[in-house]
Each structure stands twice: as structure tokens, then as C-alpha cells.
């Protein structure tokens, strides 16, 4: 059996990925390698929006910033640790410059100030962007400068355990190699002293969902590997099309398409005019969630959000597929009345010269890369209507991580969206800088203080350790893959089952008895494992330990949205908990069986966060609040700033 032997492993091949090698790789280390899925799987190359952003320290204009500035308006996110708020602020433009300089076109002026703009939750615009695929552009400059440095890279690795050392130190990791063909070996052992986890986001606990299908996230090998998660409550959710998947914000809704959906039978229904009696109103709505673009339950009863929960009612309630037309207005009209929008709307389409023909021809005037990018993923929008459906698009918890992006297992670090430094509400754009600002700090670390080969006598214990798991695993290998051989795959329809399951009743609509009885279904998939589950090659076993790591994941999102009722919590952020006793969203609840009925959030629990420990013996959780880490005093007198740089880099 190969075993590999390195001083740090990232893995994980997006932009907070790769910006952990480049980092190490540029002290010296030749003891480093990058391991992944697929190198050209990850969220950051394969996702983007209207005009995905970096969120940043303004830099350009006469308009007041600084770090602290940036820092409190983070942290204002609400259950936010002060310290990742503040090195986000502090950090962002050192990761923006390096971005800019490896050659993601981030536009400046023509005396070089990197200008910006407002994005949500943003009032001084830091924003910035590279276009509609910023995160490819920086995942692919990352890439090419780690190739240049001859950082390893190992494709088709699966890692399905991490292992710890008995002090509870991260020690390596058994991955499954994904393209093995019959006969070869299907296992790999990795020993080192540091672990980057850069997995992303855990995708693979939805259905509906615009992760790229690709990319599925590993949230529950490090959860089973007891790394502690935090503020697992908190997602982002919006309006996306289901294939390819991508998000539907900006000009996409600011053009007024037409909302249709189509039954079983095939009889279409424009469903927003059942609902809105004014006219005007309906279109301003679908105006404004062009930039109110995530689920926010503040908006759920007067707001632009009920175009969601309109959205969600026809796929989850009566069972239609629901399409944006963009050849024709909404009511079949030849001209809209654009006098009776509001006045932002109208003022907008007004300035952009948008007030003619249908929605395809104002998106061409507008913003023709949008109708090209669905064109180059082989979509026509001027010919066909496009399929959307609510969809999971950001956890903003994950990992918990102390200031240097370390979980409570030595040596394993996470960087990304894998990592839980959101709180409710975030900038938008900042998960990118996010991503940059905590691979850096990990390397940091690591390179200061974890530096190096495991000794000698540590490395022969420690291979003996993953070389046991090995076995075990192989052993598991062989028997998911006779249960293949005896009955057929059954990997793939027991993954799309749960993960509809989970979008049925934890995604932006939340039933605490749903979601209680759906952790019990998980839980027994779990525990009856190599009984129940069939594989067939190699990839029947990939799927089989997606499966088993999202039944992991799900248990432990599940678990921490329950206990948040339990504590007390109420609708907030992208989330509408299910309330008998609450208000109506929208006038919805009487088709919907008092699903839309929910209680909004009071702030008693805004400087609190929930971290959650996974039991891996007994598939439980347990959860526990702590007050969030207070925003630190920045700055500091510089002689004695420059003394304890000069003694330890301030790494510590």
C-alpha cells in the first residue's frame, strides 16, 4: 500500500487551495502537495453570477476606510468573531493585490485606483469585480503560478478519513482513488503534520442547489474527525437555474422576465399574477430581487422575497417545474407600462435606455455576456425558457477556526467556504476575500510554527496508524462493492433521496418535525451502511462515500438548526422557520398548511454562536453557545509591534 510522507497536505483545488500552496510553497517547503476530486471540479472555477464580486478595503476615491471600518461592518453580520472580522479587513488588500498582480483583471482607472462599487450589506463601495467569473479567473492564476512552482498536484483523490494522532493531533489522511481500475489499488495513505482543508462548502446535502454538480463538498469527514462546526445554521439561498446551475441575479431579473410554470400535464400558469393584483408591484418586486438576490426572511411578507416563496409553492407544493421566459413580457404584453413600476425600477431601466420590447432584448441591451454565458454552457435563452428553482448557493458557517484558521484538532486548518468565519448576513463578495484571507493566515502558521517532515520515529507510528485505517476501509470497499454485485448500484438514488429530503425541509423553509424525522432517516441509513448500500466500480464507490459523508454532514446541519429553535431562535437571514403561532408570509399559509407561518428574529441571539460537536460513535450532536469573539483593538504602538515581529513574526 502507498504511503506518502509530507509536512503539510492541502486539499482542495479552488482559490483558497491553491492560494495555501502558493503561500508555503513560496517559503521553501518541497514537502508540500495538493490533493482533490477533480482539479477542475471546485465551486471557485466553476460558478459566478451577474457580476461576481471581491469584496475589499475601499481603495480608490476620497471616501474614509480602514481596516477597523471594514472589520465593523463584518462583524456587524451579526454572530461573527471579531478576530476573522478583523483579519479579512485587515489582510483584503494584500490578497487583492496579489490577485491583481498574478493577473486577475480587477479594473483600475487610468492613475491606478482599483475603483469599486456598493454590493449588499455594503455601504462605502469596497466592491470589486473581474466580471461574471472572477473565482475562475483567480483559480485559474493560483493555478498556473503553483504549477510554475512545482507544487504536486494528486487528481481523483477522495479523502474519506482523517486521522489523529493519540494526543488527538491531526497525523494523515486515506483517500480513495477515484479513476483506480479493476485490479489496481483503490486506496491511498497520506502521513503529515499539517492538513489545509479546503474542501468548499458542503454541497452535497441539497437537491436544489447551485454548487456546480461537480463539486460536493467533505464537511463530514473532518465533523467524524471531531473538528468542531460553528453557525451551521447560516446558508445563502436564491433563485438559480437547474441546468446549468447558476444564479439568476442582477440584469437577469432587472430585465422583467416572464415567470411560467408548467404542471405534469403540461398546461402552463403565470403564477406571480395569481398572487399580485397590482401589476406594477409584481414587476417591481421581480425588479428588485435582481440585487436583493438571496432569501432574506426580513423580506418574506412585503418584500422581494415572496417572489421565492412564490417560486417554492409551485416546485415543493403543487409539484410544477417553474421557468423564467425572456422571448415574451409577463401577461403576453407588447409593451409593459414602465410608469408603473417604482420608482427605483423605473428610474433604472430609465437611465439604462430599457424601456422597450421584450425581456430577451432588453438583457441584449443591457448585458449581452449574459445571453453568451448561457449560450457557451449550451442554453439558448432566446429560443428556450430557462428551469429555476430555489437552491442552497452558500453555507456562511462550517468549520470552526481560532484567528490563525486552525480547528480544535491540531493540524488541521480549513480555509474557503469550508470554513465557518460568516455569520447571518455577509457583504457580498466577501466569501472570496474570506477564502484568500484565511489560506494565507493558515499558511502563516503553518510555516512559522508546524514546519517540516514528522520525525522519523513519528512518521513509523504514524503510517501504522493510516495503514490500519486503510484496512478497515478496504474491507468496507469490498463489501459496498458484493452488495453491488448482488443487487445493482443503488448510490446514486439513495443520494438524490436525502438530498431532496433536506431541500423538502431544511433549505430556506425549515419544519423542526420534518427535520427531526429526516436526522432519524440518516441516522439509520448510517448505522445499517455496508448492508444498505450498493457499488458498482469506481465510481459507485465515490458516490457511496459522498453518500456516507453527507449523511454525516446532514445529521449535523440538521442537528444545529433544531437545536436553534430549541434555544430559542427565530426566522433570520436566508432561513423561514416554520411557526404555528407566527405571521403569515405573504398571505401563503392557508394552500401551504401553516408552512409559511413563522416568527422573525428578535436579535437575542445576535452576539451568541452556536459551535456543534459530531459524535461519531453515536451519530449524535451536541451543541453549545458561546459569546462571539469580541472585535480586537487594532493597530498598536510600533516599537512594540516591531519587537515582537522582529522575535516572532507576530505568528503566534
Not at 129 to 152: D, I, N, Q, W, Y
Not at 255 to 270: A, I, W
Not at 271 to 294: A, C, H, I, N, Q
Not at 465 to 484: F, I, M, P, S, T
Amino acid at each position: 500500500m502507498k504511503t506518502i510522507i509530507l509536512s503539510t497536505a492541502i486539499i482542495g483545488t479552488g482559490a483558497a487551495g491553491y492560494n495555501a500552496a502558493l503561500r508555503l510553497a513560496r517559503t521553501g517547503d518541497p514537502n508540500i502537495a495538493i490533493f482533490t476530486m477533480g482539479v477542475m471540479n471546485s465551486t471557485s472555477r466553476n460558478t459566478g453570477s451577474d457580476k461576481q464580486t471581491y469584496y475589499k478595503l475601499s481603495l480608490a476615491g476620497a471616501a474614509p476606510d480602514s481596516p477597523e471600518a471594514m472589520a465593523r461592518d463584518l462583524f456587524g453580520g451579526r454572530c461573527v468573531d471579531g478576530d476573522h472580522a478583523l483579519c479579512e479587513a485587515s489582510l483584503s488588500a494584500q490578497c487583492f493585490y496579489q490577485l491583481s498582480e498574478l493577473g486577475v483583471p480587477f479594473p483600475v482607472n487610468r492613475y491606478g485606483e482599483s475603483v469599486g462599487y456598493q454590493t449588499d450589506h455594503d455601504l462605502r463601495g469596497r466592491a470589486t469585480s473581474a466580471g461574471p467569473l472572477t473565482s475562475k479567473l483567480m483559480t485559474e492564476c493560483l493555478s498556473r503560478e503553483v504549477e510554475r512552482l512545482g507544487v504536486t498536484v494528486y487528481d481523483h483523490c477522495q479523502i474519506v478519513r482523517i486521522l489523529k494522532d493519540e494526543g488527538g493531533e491531526a497525523l494523515g489522511f486515506v483517500a480513495l482513488n477515484t479513476a483506480a481500475k479493476e485490479g489496481e489499488e483503490r486506496l491511498l495513505c497520506v502521513v503529515c503534520k499539517n492538513i489545509v482543508w479546503a474542501t468548499g462548502g458542503p454541497a452535497g446535502i441539497y437537491a436544489d442547489s447551485v454548487y456546480p454538480l461537480g463539486h460536493v463538498g467533505s464537511t463530514g469527514a473532518a465533523l467524524e474527525a471531531g473538528a468542531k462546526a460553528k453557525n451551521l445554521t447560516e446558508w445563502q439561498y436564491g433563485l438559480a437555474s437547474v441546468a446549468p446551475r447558476w444564479n439568476v441575479s442582477g440584469t437577469y431579473m432587472q430585465v422583467l422576465p416572464r415567470f411560467v410554470s408548467v404542471d405534469r400535464d403540461g398546461n402552463e400558469y403565470e403564477f406571480l399574477s395569481e398572487y399580485f393584483t397590482d401589476f406594477g408591484e409584481m414587476l417591481s418586486r421581480v425588479f428588485r430581487k435582481g440585487y436583493e438576490w438571496p432569501f432574506d426572511s426580513r423580506r418574506a411578507r412585503d418584500g422581494s422575497s415572496v417572489v421565492d416563496l412564490l417560486v417554492y409553492r409551485e416546485t415543493k407544493l403543487r409539484g410544477r417545474r417553474v421557468y423564467l421566459d425572456f422571448r415574451r413580457n409577463p401577461a403576453g404584453l407588447a409593451e409593459l407600462p414602465y410608469d408603473q413600476l417604482d420608482e427605483e425600477a423605473r428610474k433604472y431601466l430609465e437611465n439604462a435606455g430599457a424601456c422597450f420590447g421584450t425581456p430577451i432584448e432588453r438583457l441584449d441591451h443591457m448585458n449581452r455576456p449574459a445571453i453568451e454565458l448561457y449560450a457557451s454552457k449550451g442554453v439558448d435563452i432566446t429560443k428556450e425558457m430557462l428551469e429555476i428553482a430555489l437552491c442552497a448557493q452558500h453555507n456562511n458557517g462550517g468549520l470552526d477556526v481560532d484567528l490563525w484558521w486552525q480547528t480544535d484538532v491540531p493540524g488541521l486548518f480549513a480555509a474557503g467556504e469550508v470554513a465557518g468565519t460568516h455569520g447571518v448576513y455577509r457583504p457580498g463578495g466577501s466569501a472570496l476575500n474570506a477564502g484568500q484571507v484565511g489560506s494565507l493566515r493558515a499558511a502563516q502558521y503553518v510555516a512559522r510554527n508546524r514546519a517540516g517532515l514528522p520525525s522519523e520515529q513519528a512518521a513509523v507510528a504514524m503510517c501504522d496508524r493510516v495503514e490500519q485505517a486503510a484496512r478497515d476501509l478496504r474491507a468496507l470497499c469490498d463489501k459496498l462493492l458484493a452488495n453491488g454485485q448482488e443487487k445493482g448500484d443503488n448510490t446514486g438514488a439513495l443520494l438524490s433521496e436525502h438530498r431532496a429530503d433536506m431541500s423538502a425541509c431544511a433549505a430556506a423553509i425549515r419544519n423542526v418535525s420534518a427535520m427531526t424525522a429526516l436526522i432519524e432517516k440518516d441516522r439509520a441509513l448510517l448505522s445499517q451502511f455496508d448492508s444498505r448500500v450498493a457499488a458498482v466500480g469506481a465510481m459507485g464507490l465515490a458516490r457511496a462515500f459522498s453518500l456516507r459523508d453527507s449523511l454525516i454532514t446532514q445529521i449535523a446541519v440538521l442537528s444545529s438548526m433544531i437545536d436553534y429553535v430549541g434555544a430559542g431562535g427565530k426566522s433570520r437571514g436566508s432561513a423561514l422557520y416554520t411557526a404555528p403561532d407566527g405571521q403569515s408570509a405573504a398571505g401563503l399559509e392557508s394552500e401551504a398548511d401553516g408552512l409559511f407561518r413563522y416568527l422573525l428574529d428578535d436579535g437575542a441571539l445576535d452576539t451568541v454562536t452556536q459551535t456543534l460537536c459530531y459524535d461519531a460513535k453515536d451519530m449524535d450532536c451536541t451543541a453549545l453557545w458561546r459569546a462571539v469573539r469580541p472585535l480586537p483593538e487594532g493597530g498598536g504602538f510600533f516599537e512594540n509591534v516591531w519587537r515582537t515581529y522582529r522575535e516572532n513574526g507576530n505568528v503566534y
